[in-house]
């Protein structure tokens, strides 16, 4: 599949066939996310794989939804402030948030790539998650990935804001990339000089 292909069929699934996928399969997906960029090359994340029944359940229980039960697997992304706090002060904890955020945009499409699927879960409780999986609390628990193979396909959504509500030109509100106008004068007083 080619990249655009990729990001445009990346869905969120919450409905997952019984099947279990091979682990090495979601281990080259993790193994992906070390190519992403970091300040100051600082690496800060780490990860968590769950395959473990009962954590998966009180997995699903910290996050208060219940589809996250029915995956196999669970990837749990986690990071360390420390080396870029250390490296850049306040603004390394938004680095590292950041990080965290580009790592996950290329798990979820080296997932499609790889035909398995999966959803991104922000929403749980914290404190719980970091119970069951033994993370110490200097920790960001960033978000959870219950993984498995498509059961139903979502349904078909519109694609977000258009791009001519977000993208302005050379200041924010500015939604022209010259001043058209001007240069319209410009042209039309050439033609009627021709004329
Ligand atoms: C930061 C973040 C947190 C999210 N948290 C949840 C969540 O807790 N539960 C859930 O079902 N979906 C969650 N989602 C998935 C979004 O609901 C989903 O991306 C959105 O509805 C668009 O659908 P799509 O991913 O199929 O394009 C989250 C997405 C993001 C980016």
Request: charged share 35%; net charge positive; aromatic share 8%.
């Amino acid at each position: 599949m080619d990249l655009d292909k990729i990001i445009k069929n990346r869905r969120s699934v919450r409905k997952f066939k019984s099947k279990k996928p091979d682990w090495r399969d979601i281990l080259d997906c993790i193994d992906s996310m070390r190519h992403t960029p970091m300040a100051g090359g600082n690496f800060t994340l780490k990860f968590i794989l769950v395959d473990d029944k009962e954590k998966i359940e009180k997995l699903s229980e910290a996050a208060q939804q219940d589809f996250i039960s029915q995956a196999q697997y669970v990837l749990v992304v986690c990071s360390n402030p420390s080396r870029t706090v250390n490296a850049y002060e306040k603004r390394g904890e938004t680095y590292c948030r950041h990080q965290a955020g580009a790592a996950i945009q290329t798990l979820l499409l080296k997932i499609t790539e790889a035909g398995l699927a999966t959803c991104w879960v922000g929403h749980f409780i914290d404190e719980q998650v970091k119970r069951i999986l033994r993370i110490p609390e200097n920790i960001n628990v960033e978000a959870m990935f219950p993984i498995g193979y498509e059961l139903k396909k979502p349904v078909t959504r519109k694609v977000k804001s258009d791009l001519d509500t977000a993208l302005y030109f050379n200041e924010y509100k500015n939604k022209k990339m010259r001043k058209i106008r001007k240069l319209e004068g410009k042209r039309t007083g050439r033609l009627k000089d021709k004329k």
